[in-house]
């Protein structure tokens, strides 16, 4: 099963970078590569059905709805227990090609359901980040301080002093 990092290294693959989007996941031997450190085989079927998976989680989570293309990810996958010493495991029956794709899908549900309201896009209006807020208090706003929040709060800051009328 995919983790916390997998999923935000997939919802993270299409950043904005000198203004622009840039898909890190558009070069067929990039995207085989991560498939191939998460377990997939890589290959034309399992690349689409990866891609299809990040885009409509990209696409829920920037709260423009994807429903029917998860529903299309997800049609027909059972989730069979199996008794084990450690307790129950769950073996995925779906074909290979769609099994990492169900997996994305999966680790994002146990994120939504564990930390409820953490995972959400960065506040930058001009970024495609998302981020996993492990905060206490929840209040994390931007996918990095170092780049999102300083920015931000740098053009706040200039505002205010275009607007506070300066002594003579």
């Given at each position: 099963m995919l983790d916390d990092q997998a999923l935000m290294e997939?919802?993270?693959s299409t950043p904005v970078v000198e203004g622009r989007r840039r898909d890190l996941w558009h070069e067929d031997h990039e995207l085989d590569g991560w498939a191939r450190e998460h377990g997939g085989h890589g290959g034309d079927e399992e690349r689409r059905w990866l891609r299809t998976a990040r885009d409509a989680l990209q696409a829920m989570e920037s709260g423009t709805g994807a429903e029917s293309r998860l529903r299309r990810v997800l049609a027909g996958v059972r989730r069979t227990p199996e008794p084990s010493a450690a307790g129950i495991d769950w073996r995925l029956e779906?074909?290979?090609e769609r099994r990492l794709a169900v997996e994305l899908v999966l680790a994002w549900a146990d994120v939504t359901e564990r930390m409820p309201g953490r995972l959400r896009p960065c506040e930058n209006p001009e970024c495609r980040l998302f981020l996993l807020d492990r905060s206490r208090a929840n209040t994390a706003r931007w996918c990095s301080?170092?780049?999102?929040?300083?920015?931000?709060k740098a053009r706040r800051h200039q505002a205010r002093t275009r607007e506070t009328p300066q002594p003579d």
């Open positions: 997939a919802l993270n779906v074909a290979p301080m170092k780049t999102c929040g300083n920015r931000l």
